[in-house]
């Protein structure tokens, strides 16, 4: 499809144009502006296998998103002037946090153990079977050389 087209659905009525991209030549997007809103928008880029229905389906999909996401309350902070101070919600946030670094290290720990585990056993089925080795004949022991007494002194030797 290389040219724009006009639809209505759910009572908005949805002008779509084709458009390049300024400074990128084959770089084309669908523009559509929508009744009752002054902006436009370009989700989409262009397809050779864009048809019309496909087209309007996806641009009144994103747009009926776009006024869900806008319909839902924001979420807004408090003024650093006036966040709680109670030190029994500062201790509860203290606490929550440990428990969580606690599960947190616990788990990392266990998730390395399994690790550890699988790894050995991946090194053990990929080691190459070594052959048994031939059993060495112990060598026999020779008997203890016995000490040879000290030298008697002849007795006469010493009466001289």
């Known amino acids: 499809m290389t040219k724009g087209f006009e639809f209505e659905k759910d009572g908005r ?3 779509c144009t084709i458009e390049e991209r300024k400074g ?3 770089d084309s997007w669908w523009w559509f502006a929508v ?3 002054a902006q436009r928008y370009a989700p989409f880029r262009t397809s050779k ?3 019309q229905a496909n087209v309007e389906a996806r641009i009144a999909k ?3 998103d776009r006024l869900f996401a806008l319909s839902q309350p924001t979420e807004r902070g408090s003024h650093w002037g006036k966040r709680n101070n109670s030190g029994a919600a500062k201790a509860a946030a203290v606490k929550a946090a440990a428990a969580r670094k606690a599960a947190a290290q616990k ?3 266990e998730r390395e153990a399994e690790e550890r585990k699988a790894s050995r056993a991946a090194a053990r089925k990929a080691a ?3 052959a048994a080795a031939p059993k060495k004949k112990a060598a026999a022991k020779k008997p203890a050389a016995k000490k040879k007494a000290a030298p008697k002194k002849k007795a006469a030797a010493l009466k001289k």
Request: no cysteine; charged share 30%.
């Open 13 to 15: 009525h949805y002008l």
């Open 24 to 26: 990128a030549p084959n």
């Open 35 to 37: 009744s009752g809103d």
């Open 49 to 51: 296998d864009d048809t």
């Open 62 to 64: 994103f747009y009926a």
């Open 107 to 109: 788990a990392k720990a």
């Open 128 to 130: 190459p079977k070594k």
